[in-house]
């Protein structure tokens, strides 16, 4: 019976600092390698980022076609999108001018489009 596979935290939960990869194994013959491995930056990614990323790429970039699929709005498509290249480090925090008026995020969550903690976030970035 195979155990689930759970995804490897990214940071250390004693000091926050970023984990690296020390060993890896084989499944197969029991082969095991020990060192100093490449940090995987897609795989501090949580399963909604990472289903977004999935989605953006099978939409071959369309936040239009994001948008409808995550049944949100275009402006919380590209607000995930670019919290997304942020935490990737493809893109800068000055990048990250928030889009959405407090009354277009606040009728987002009365919608149900937009989760609490999502606009929590949104609407710290407007006080900033």
Do not use: W
Not at 14 to 32: D, K
Not at 51 to 78: D, M, Q
């Amino acid at each position: 019976m195979n155990s689930p596979i759970h995804r490897a935290p990214a940071d250390c939960p004693v000091c926050g600092g970023e984990l690296i990869t020390t060993r890896v194994g084989c499944r197969t013959c029991g082969s095991e390698l020990a060192g100093e491995f490449a940090h995987c930056g897609f795989c501090g990614l949580d399963d909604r980022e990472t289903e977004l990323l999935r989605v953006f790429l099978a939409s071959r970039g369309n936040l239009r076609e994001v948008e409808k699929h995550l049944g949100v709005s275009y402006p919380t498509a590209r607000a995930r999108f670019t919290a997304l290249l942020i935490k990737l480090g493809l893109a800068g925090a000055e990048q990250a001018v928030p889009t959405m008026t407090r009354e277009q995020i606040l009728s987002e969550v009365a919608s149900g489009a937009l989760a609490p903690d999502e606009a929590a976030e949104l609407l710290a970035g407007l006080a900033d």
